[in-house]
């Protein structure tokens, strides 16, 4: 059974690539914008499943399409992806010293069967507080414009992070715990995942 990864996302394509699984690559051409900033696992379950819906349509029987959404909320407000280098300031000023929680829905369609399969998974980050120097020395030097919340936590300078919790590939982006989950409840199974228990 073909996999198909429904993003053109680097580290959700590491992620994958670590837990040993072969795939192909069709990003989705859905338009992720919401009808507002106020957040609820509906709506990021439902774009994760109209990304994952507008891949499906596009591919062969006999595949599983997998793909994502991610967010960072502060304060029940979404923070998506920032549209200029000011307004990644005022997320990561806005996030200075707070407790934020990064969401991921993951969903996957067997093509064959036209199951569907969703997981939610939430983890939350602690950021210090943050001096002006260093927000501008990440913006500068990394490319916070793709990223949910204008920051990728595996790209930080030292001093940003007090501490998290939850699963780190969650704040990346694609939890490997939630993609066994949906891919075991679609019919795919791998030797890859016998150090993931059964749901």
């Known amino acids: 059974m073909k996999l198909i990864l429904a993003s053109n996302s680097p580290r959700r394509k590491k992620i994958l690539?670590?837990?040993?699984?072969?795939f192909e690559v069709i990003p989705s051409n859905y338009d992720e914008k919401l009808p507002d900033d106020v957040f609820s696992y509906e709506k990021i379950e439902d774009l994760a499943t109209k990304k994952c819906l507008d891949v499906s349509n596009r591919s062969d029987?006999?595949?599983?399409?997998?793909?994502?959404?991610?967010?960072?909320?502060?304060?029940?407000?979404?923070?998506?992806?920032?549209?200029?280098?000011?307004?990644?300031?005022?997320?990561?000023?806005?996030?200075?010293?707070?407790?934020?929680?990064?969401?991921t829905s993951t969903c996957g369609i067997n093509t064959g069967t036209?199951?569907?399969?969703?997981?939610?998974?939430?983890?939350?980050?602690?950021?210090?507080?943050?001096?002006?120097y260093l927000i501008n020395y990440y913006?500068?030097?990394?490319?916070?414009?793709?990223?949910?919340?204008?920051?990728?936590?595996q790209e930080l300078p030292p001093h940003f992070v007090e501490k998290y919790e939850g699963s780190f590939e969650n704040i990346v982006g694609l939890a490997p715990e939630a993609v066994v989950a949906v891919l075991r409840q679609l019919g795919y199974e791998s030797e890859k995942f016998k150090d993931f228990p059964q749901a």
């Open 17 to 22: 690539a670590d837990l040993g699984l072969e």
């Open 61 to 103: 029987k006999d595949s599983i399409v997998l793909a994502a959404d991610t967010v960072v909320v502060l304060h029940n407000k979404i923070l998506g992806k920032p549209h200029s280098k000011e307004d990644a300031y005022k997320m990561l000023k806005s996030l200075s010293g707070e407790t934020h929680t990064v969401v």
């Open 114 to 132: 036209n199951r569907a399969a969703l997981i939610s998974t939430s983890s939350y980050v602690r950021f210090n507080e943050l001096s002006d």
């Open 139 to 153: 913006i500068e030097t990394y490319n916070p414009l793709d990223k949910a919340g204008s920051y990728g936590i």
